[in-house]
């Protein structure tokens, strides 16, 4: 009988002590302060929202990758319109999220001018929650899509029906803007789960759910361990078996990331990510549409009175609305907090928990 899992560690930070620690050691490690406050800003805020594979957990990450020189964290993207509605994004190995953002701001005004617009950014670093960029676009008034590749390195997904890790997890997300109320926004993997959420597992010592994994020969398995064994499993396509459609899906975003950014697939000289961010200008009267449309569908009557029927980003906005402090998983707080003894750095008030 195999032996019981011990129960992981957690740890309890305040958010804004959090960010303050994570800028720090950001810059330490060479970033400047408003990149590293944008970066901090994006890790903090989908922490609160529950999203933990895409929160702090990657400060600990990005430090490391620095370090690699993977990410150059003096960097800044450069970006040239190559049609009248299309820019090309050199990210130059910056911040995913600065570039994420960066690319947000010179859509805005490209998109309001012509009605359609879209960037397609290559050589980025991690680029966290990628529903963040459509969102920023739906706060300007916009309808926002973004789509986001890997590097042959972060190829953890397998084929349907395939054996080893093809491509990443390829996530999509789209925003728009509602009259009276925050935009909608949905983010989600092509696959069964982000690469992060099997870390997340991992790291609190939990099993994965059934169908998100097979190991490096084909079995079936809820080891999250197994996704960084030598030779490595694979994440499987959302859906079981009708994984074939959202694999159609991962294979649409390779070809709107990796693909219309001139690069091949299987390359392993390719580092970095390609995201591709489209925008939207709709017409006079959208947001009110959409409100109704909102309405609509919160109206159904629930199947349980205590579960009331949502819209995508009202649950994670409900997380984040509760406050309180961040839950840190014990790896990382543990590699959060050496990183700051080296740095000089003092911690800032924490509580443990079993």
Sequence with gaps: MAEPKLKARSFRVAPEAMHA???ALLERAGADRTSAGIVMDHLVASSAMGLHSHGVMRVPQYLSEIAMGIIDPHAEPHIVKTAPSRLAVDGRRAFG?????RMVEALIPLAHQT???????RHLGHTG????YPEALAAAGLVGTAFCNGAPSGHW?????GLDGRISTNPLAFAWPVEGERPVVADFSTACAPEGVIRVLRDRRANA???YLRDAVGRPTRDPNVLYAVPKGAIQPFGGELGYRTMALALMVEVLTTILNGDAVDDSSRKGTDMTILAI???SGFAHLARGLSDHMRASPPLDSACPVMMPGDRERRTAGAGGPLRVDGPTWEAVADAAVKAGLPLPQWTEED
């Excluded at 009605?115 to 950014?121: D, F, H, P, V, Y």
């Excluded at 929650?129 to 963040?132: E, H, Q, S, Y």
Aim: charged share 5%; glycine share 24%; hydrophobic share 50%.
């Design 129 to 132: 929650r990628i529903g963040a």
């Design 115 to 121: 009605g359609l617009a879209m960037a397609n950014g």
């Design 21 to 23: 620690l994570g800028q």
């Design 281 to 283: 200008a709709p017409q």
């Design 97 to 101: 999220q600065v570039v994420g953002m």
């Design 157 to 161: 997904v397998a084929a349907f029906g």
């Design 209 to 211: 759910p059934e169908g």
